[in-house]
C-alpha cells in the first residue's frame, strides 16, 4: 500500500496480559521501525528491521518485547506481561533507506 | 547519552514567521530531521539537514551548524493549520531517529 498501515488503533489490556501490534509497512520499503510515544511526548526508539532481519535492536526492553517481520505478512511487535508503564502510543514506521521515515496511525496501547 | 532539547510551547499569529530550536547531545550523528504531528497523529516527515546551511521547502526552511550542536525549524507566513508539535530528531547509526522534547506551536487568528 501507499500507506503505513497499524492495527489495531486501540487496545486494552489488564496488567500482566500479552499485547500483539501489528505493522504493514508501504510496499517496496525495505526498512521498518518501531518507536513508542508516552503521553503526547518525546518518541523512543525501540526496533528495526531490514526485510525480516533485525537491523538495531539497542530500544527493546528484552525481557518482555519481542518482534518480528515475517515475508509476506505483518511485522509485529508483541509485548508479554504487560506492566502499567507501556501504556503509550506505538508507532511504525517504513523506509526505502533515505532521510525520510513514514509513520503509520499508531496502536493506543492501555494497561489497566 | 543523548539528549535533543526544544522549548516546549512557542505561541505565534497568523501570518507572522516562527522559529524553533533544537540542542542536541548524541552518540552518532548523520542529519537533523524535523517532523510534525498533529493531536497525537502520524508523525510526517518535515525537513533533513545533514550539511552545514539552510534547507529551504516552501514555507519551512531548516538550519544545521553542526560544530553548534544546533539547529532551528523557521516557518513563515504562519496559518491555522501549522498548529501542531514539532520534533526535531537526529539521525543516528543504522538510521534510528532520536527525538527531541518537542515543541507546541499555536497559532491564533
Known amino acids: 500500500g501507499e500507506e503505513v498501515a497499524q492495527t489495531p488503533k486501540h487496545l486494552v489490556r489488564g496488567e500482566g496480559q500479552k499485547a500483539k501490534l501489528y505493522c504493514a509497512p508501504i510496499?517496496?520499503?525495505?526498512?521498518v521501525f518501531w518507536y513508542q510515544q508516552v503521553l503526547k511526548n518525546e518518541f523512543k526508539f525501540l526496533i528495526s528491521?531490514?526485510?525480516?532481519?533485525?537491523?538495531?535492536e539497542t530500544g527493546m526492553p528484552k525481557e518482555r518485547f519481542s518482534a518480528k517481520c515475517l515475508p509476506n505478512s505483518p511485522c509485529s511487535l508483541e509485548i508479554q506481561a504487560t506492566k502499567l508503564e507501556d501504556s503509550a502510543v506505538y508507532f511504525c514506521?517504513?523506509?526505502?533507506?533515505?532521510?525520510?521515515?513514514?509513520f503509520g496511525p499508531g496502536t493506543r496501547l492501555t494497561v489497566l | 547519552g543523548q539528549s535533543l532539547e526544544q522549548p516546549s510551547e512557542v505561541t505565534a499569529v497568523e501570518g507572522a514567521i516562527v522559529q524553533i530550536n533544537c540542542t542536541y547531545q548524541?552518540?552518532?550523528?548523520?542529519?537533523l530531521s524535523w517532523y510534525q504531528q498533529h493531536d497525537g497523529g502520524a508523525p510526517t516527515f518535515l525537513s533533513y539537514?545533514?550539511?552545514?546551511g539552510l534547507e529551504e521547502t516552501g514555507r519551512f526552511s531548516s538550519f544545521l551548524s553542526r560544530s553548534d550542536s544546533y539547529g532551528y525549524l523557521l516557518l513563515q507566513e504562519l496559518q491555522m493549520k501549522d498548529s501542531a508539535s514539532y520534533f526535531c530528531?537526529?539521525?543516528?547509526?543504522?538510521?534510528?531517529?532520536?527525538f527531541g522534547t518537542g515543541t507546541r506551536l499555536l497559532v491564533s487568528p
Open positions: 510496499k517496496g520499503h525495505s526498512y
Open positions: 539537514n545533514a550539511l552545514d
Open positions: 528491521f531490514q526485510n525480516e532481519n533485525v537491523f538495531d
Open positions: 530528531a537526529v539521525v543516528t547509526g543504522f538510521q534510528k531517529l532520536v
Open positions: 514506521a517504513s523506509s526505502h533507506g533515505g532521510n525520510e521515515q513514514f
Open positions: 548524541t552518540s552518532g550523528f548523520y542529519g
